[in-house]
């Protein structure tokens, strides 16, 4: 590699990620990612390097003399980046407020609600930047997210904003069509449709809440790539998807859903409103907070 040419951003967070919370797991959660994309940038950053940096046993790793070499200064760049770009964010009272977040959340439950933020804080520009990864605040331009995780983050300021329950969905004309759905055996010859960028196997916590083992004789799957995805599977008529009832709500009051089963079962996981500690008085970051905790 050209010593003058960096590795990548992407590969270097998360080396040092991994570093800070002694393991994949950690890292993954931080950077909303799975272990697996974390271990595929750490070879990334081995192959951009050229040299050595850390052994893997499992999901746990060991750095060696190199790793430890990079490690540290890295951490402290990271950290100073963190807080040239907080200094700088105060000097623009102006701007608008950006907020990141994943695809489902945004168009399901967000964006239906915003008008009336609008009408409360005219003043407050607001723009959405949609992404399955959790950013860093100190490397992007964004003033705060809403994320979904099974633990609040470290070091970050987190509130809790929606506690979901899963269940079955799918059209009224797959329903009539397929019906009645009163059993979870019922759904052992219909296509279930799943995302793959759940972190959380929901089919599988939901036949378990049932006391039903997932059959194998299922026609699973219909695989896309975002529970807003299986969604609109499911209200195109391509079989029953599983998701979240708030953010399904607005399907649901227009029909386009169905929720054909009384049981639920809890997300393993959390929406949580996300910024730097010592962002989260800013006057446009606190009014969002305030209002997005009004909606709840």
């Known amino acids: 590699m050209d010593n003058k040419k960096i590795p990548n951003l992407a590969a270097l967070r998360a080396f040092e990620a991994v570093v800070r919370h ?96 609008s009408k409360l804080h005219p003043d407050i520009e607001v723009r959405l930047f949609l992404t399955a990864e959790f950013i860093d605040f100190s490397l992007e331009s964004a003033d705060m997210a809403i994320r979904y995780s099974t633990s609040p983050w470290p070091d970050l300021h987190c509130e809790t904003l929606l506690e979901d329950r899963l269940t079955p969905l799918c059209s009224p004309e797959f329903l009539n069509q397929h019906g009645p759905l009163t059993s979870p055996d019922d759904l052992k010859s219909l296509p279930l449709i799943a995302s793959s960028t759940r972190l959380t196997d929901d089919w599988g916590s939901w036949f378990r809440m049932t006391g039903h083992a997932p059959s194998t004789s299922n026609r699973l799957r219909v695989i896309v790539d975002s529970t807003h995805l299986s969604m609109q599977a499911a209200a195109n008529g391509l079989g029953v998807a599983i998701a979240g ?52």
């Open 22 to 117: 002694k393991g994949l797991t950690g890292a993954a959660d931080e950077l909303s990612v799975t272990p697996s994309a974390i271990s595929h940038r750490l070879r990334q950053l081995e192959t951009d390097v050229g040299i050595k940096l850390f052994t893997l046993n499992g999901r746990r790793l060991a750095l060696t003399t190199a790793g430890e070499e990079l490690v540290f200064p890295l951490s402290d760049a990271f950290e100073k980046i963190r807080r040239a770009v907080a200094d700088t964010r105060r000097l623009d009272a102006n701007r608008p407020l950006m907020i990141t977040m994943l695809h489902n959340i945004a168009v399901n439950w967000f964006l239906p609600r915003l008008p009336e933020f």
């Open 245 to 296: 009832l708030a953010l399904a709500n607005p399907m649901i009051s227009r029909n386009a859903l169905v929720a054909p089963y009384t049981e639920t079962v809890a997300e393993r996981g959390t929406y949580y409103i996300v910024c730097p500690e010592d962002w989260r008085h800013q006057k446009k970051i606190k009014r969002m907070r305030n209002w997005l905790m009004s909606q709840t």
